[in-house]
């Protein structure tokens, strides 16, 4: 769905008071590790109940943020191009290879990145409290990440997080404890 948006829809410039922030913000080519680490925290999801009703609630949760998510980027597919042009020459380039594709200047708004951590770490966090700090930390890490490695525009991390919170509120209300 990621790959077929933009190809079907193609892309639009993303307005300037959108990114007018991103460019006082320096690239930090070293951060491209956190956010990678994304794909290691999906992993650890399964540590965090083993109650069926929730892990169910979480996978609707999951899978809701992800079309919501996804609804957004086909209304508004913003290209990266501008985020892009601030990456340099640096020691970690193979990874920002893997994930930049020339071909297709994308990523979506907002952040699944920052969504779906950041989300799994509220999860973690209120049913495994010894363990809230550090997946809140990582969380944060993987955030930040997003727009210190040019990835994402910053807003994609502000609006990533509010959608976290949003649906977690919806979990928390409904397993109240």
């Given at each position: 769905?990621y790959f077929l948006i933009?190809a079907?829809r193609?892309?639009?410039d ?11 913000i320096?690239?930090i080519?070293?951060?491209?590790i956190?956010?990678y680490?994304?794909?290691f925290?999906l992993?650890?999801l ?5 109650d ?5 609630m979480?996978?609707?949760l999951?899978?809701?943020l992800c ?6 980027y086909?209304?508004?597919p913003v290209?990266?191009k ?6 340099t020459?640096?020691p970690f ?13 994308i990523n979506a708004?907002p952040?699944l ?6 989300l799994i770490s509220?999860l ?6 010894n363990?809230r700090?550090?997946?809140?930390s990582?969380?944060?890490?993987i955030?930040i ?5 040019k990835?994402?525009y910053?807003?994609?991390t502000?609006?990533?997080i509010?959608?976290?919170v949003?649906?977690f509120r919806i979990?928390s ?5």
């Amino acid at each position: 769905m990621y790959f077929l948006i933009p190809a079907l829809r193609g892309t639009v410039d993303p307005p300037e008071k959108f990114y007018w922030i991103d460019t006082q913000i320096p690239f930090i080519d070293w951060m491209i590790i956190p956010y990678y680490s994304y794909y290691f925290i999906l992993l650890t999801l399964g540590h965090s109940t083993q109650d069926k009703n929730k892990i169910k609630m979480i996978n609707i949760l999951l899978m809701s943020l992800c079309f919501f998510s996804y609804l957004v980027y086909l209304i508004w597919p913003v290209h990266n191009k501008i985020i892009h042009s601030h990456i340099t020459e640096n020691p970690f380039q193979i990874f920002y290879d893997i994930v930049i594709m020339n071909y297709m200047d994308i990523n979506a708004f907002p952040s699944l990145h920052v969504a779906i951590s950041s989300l799994i770490s509220l999860l973690i966090g209120k049913e495994k409290r010894n363990l809230r700090w550090v997946f809140w930390s990582w969380s944060l890490l993987i955030a930040i990440s997003t727009f210190l490695a040019k990835q994402h525009y910053f807003y994609d991390t502000v609006f990533g997080i509010v959608l976290a919170v949003i649906f977690f509120r919806i979990y928390s209300a409904i397993f109240k404890s």
